[in-house]
């Protein structure tokens, strides 16, 4: 298969590229580098030694989808990771993170329909759960609109749209994935997540204080009702959810269908910064903060359907994450700025 990936240069758009070329199919990567390095495709093609070629521009513009197709088409398929992604950013800015996350999904359908292709594969997220105390999360649990933050609405609306089109578009493949927490990075140490400033999530957080850019790890929060007190989260290999892209294209059949992305374990917060302290073989200062606003104690998906349908499960878990990212870290102390 040919696939546009739009919003292909990213954390998990480089390491689905990769899985996508390892498996034998065909990329471009979309990106307009807002979050990301033109140098993280080219690390595609040194991981894989196959072509990955680069289309800067905004998958929110149809002329530039155009172009992409004009020039590199056709395509089999897109996968469509191109968002902002901040939940905190995503309340000061509602109306930046609503246009860039419709828009996007707009022009790649509008193009990609009249060019022919016959999947279309969403990033979506496990924030789109409306009740927290439905855990594990299926695909059946409850969702909603009526989020918490823009950034997960625009996701659920997307999902909301996708399914529209996929009724009057018979032919479509439409396959959305929620995501649960990505973590990790490739083997080779060659790709990884690469967040801006400060970061937000917990692993590139950890991380940068073994790295010694930042001082101490702080827990948000050790008075959860969990068994250690601090939050539980469903952190998934980013290898292992690139290949769940593969196995979700490879698997696709007409219509809509929506596929959980996790490992089902949930994971508490001192149980994953102790998984890191074993990686990078020493402890690390931290200390225990008020909860951060806006958490909740436990998220983690049954990831049965994907088993079941697509044939695909896990295979790492944090150890390999924690070995894994800490191996990008070291060798990409400044990310990929200082390639
Ligand atoms: C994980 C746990 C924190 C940082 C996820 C995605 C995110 C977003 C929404 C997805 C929590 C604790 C964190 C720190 C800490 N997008 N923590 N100290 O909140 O589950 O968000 O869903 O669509 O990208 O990752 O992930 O990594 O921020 O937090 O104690 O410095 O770590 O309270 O329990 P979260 P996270």
Redesign the pocket.
């Known amino acids: 298969m040919r696939v546009l990936l739009a919003g292909g240069a990213g954390y998990i758009g480089t390491h689905t590229a990769v899985s996508l070329l390892d498996a034998g199919h065909d990329v471009v990567l979309l990106d307009d580098l807002s979050g990301t390095h033109a140098v993280a495709a080219e690390r595609v093609e040194t991981i894989t030694g196959r072509a990955a070629p680069l289309v800067v521009g905004n998958a929110a513009d149809d002329a530039v989808v155009t172009a992409a197709f004009d020039e590199h088409g056709p395509f089999d398929a897109i996968i469509h990771f191109a968002a902002f ?3 905190g950013e995503s309340t000061q800015k509602p109306l930046e993170y609503y246009a860039n996350n419709l828009d996007s999904t707009f022009a790649l359908l509008r193009v990609g329909l009249e060019r022919g292709i016959r999947s279309f594969v969403f990033s ?4 789109v759960y409306a009740d927290p105390d439905d855990l594990p999360f299926t695909e059946e649990s409850t969702t909603s609109v009526d989020l918490s933050n823009p ?2 609405k625009s ?1 659920r609306m997307n999902e909301v749209i996708l399914a529209d089109v996929a009724r009057v578009n018979p032919e479509l493949n439409v396959t959305v994935l929620r ?4 973590v990790g990075a490739h083997r080779s140490g060659l790709i990884g997540e690469d967040p801006a400033g400060i ?8 991380s940068r204080v073994a790295i010694g850019s930042l001082e101490r ?5 050790d008075d ?1 009702d969990t068994p250690d007190g ?4 469903d952190y998934i290999h980013v290898v292992d959810l690139a290949d769940g892209h593969v196995a979700a294209l490879q698997k696709a059949q007409p219509g809509y269908a929506v596929y959980n992305l996790g490992t089902g374990v949930p994971v ?2 001192l149980e ?1 910064v102790a998984a890191f302290e074993e990686a990078v073989g020493r402890e690390l200062p931290k200390q225990v ?1 008020a ?2 606003p ?3 104690a436990a ?1 983690y998906c049954d990831p049965g359907k994907a088993r079941r349908e697509l044939g695909w499960s896990t295979r790492l878990g944090i150890d390999d994450a924690c070995r894994d990212y800490w191996h990008w870290q070291q060798s990409n102390p400044s990310g990929y700025a200082g390639a």
């Open positions: 992604k901040a939940v979506s997220t496990g924030t950034y997960s996701k995501y649960f927490n990505p970061p937000n999530n917990l692993m590139p957080f950890v790890v702080g827990i948000f929060g959860y601090t939050g539980l989260r508490s917060v994953l903060l909860r951060r806006g958490d909740v998220t």
